[in-house]
């Protein structure tokens, strides 16, 4: 895969990335790039560069109950986590998942699920980041994900 350089990537190369690189399974939780934000605001002070991602609700989503799975949810953030990364190295850069750890603070039904991924630390072997998974329909939190990963040789 050609990578893009630092002026073309840009939300819709995002939404191409997510498209054409993540395996079909992935692409089947109908998940799609809100935004993108690797540009630093006049005053940075605690700003992380990062991606908002939305899943759209769907029944084959959720467990017994209506309840969106875990499973799902944790793909949605370490996907997501993957295109933060990106943005913030303002191109495409292989890489794997080292750890992720999720903690769950509510069930969500009946709503689209949008993680907000923020790149805590871009390094040239190792990323780490945090995602905060919200459910649409109220903007309150559902769980909050800490990821590693490993920078791979392009």
Not at 81 to 103: E, F, K, S
Not at 126 to 144: E, H, Y
Request: contains cysteine; aromatic residues 6%; glycine residues 6%.
């Amino acid at each position: 895969m050609a990578s893009p350089s630092a002026a073309q990537f840009d939300i819709e190369e995002a939404r191409r990335v997510l498209g054409d690189v993540f395996a079909p399974w992935v692409r089947d939780l109908g998940l799609s790039v809100e935004s993108i934000d690797h540009e630093p605001p006049p005053e940075p002070a605690d700003w992380q560069p990062g991606a908002v991602l939305r899943m759209a609700f769907s029944e084959r989503l959720c467990r017994s109950g209506g309840v969106v799975c875990g499973q799902a949810l944790m793909a949605l953030a370490d996907t997501s986590m993957v295109i933060a990364i990106l943005a913030a190295n303002r191109g495409y850069r292989p890489m794997t998942t080292v750890d992720q750890t999720t903690h769950f603070m509510r069930a969500v039904s009946s709503s689209d699920v949008l993680a907000d991924a923020r790149v805590v630390r871009l390094g040239r072997t190792m990323s780490f980041g945090r995602v905060t998974l919200l459910s649409a329909t109220d903007n309150k939190p559902v769980a909050m994900v800490s990821s590693a990963f490993a920078m791979l040789p392009g």
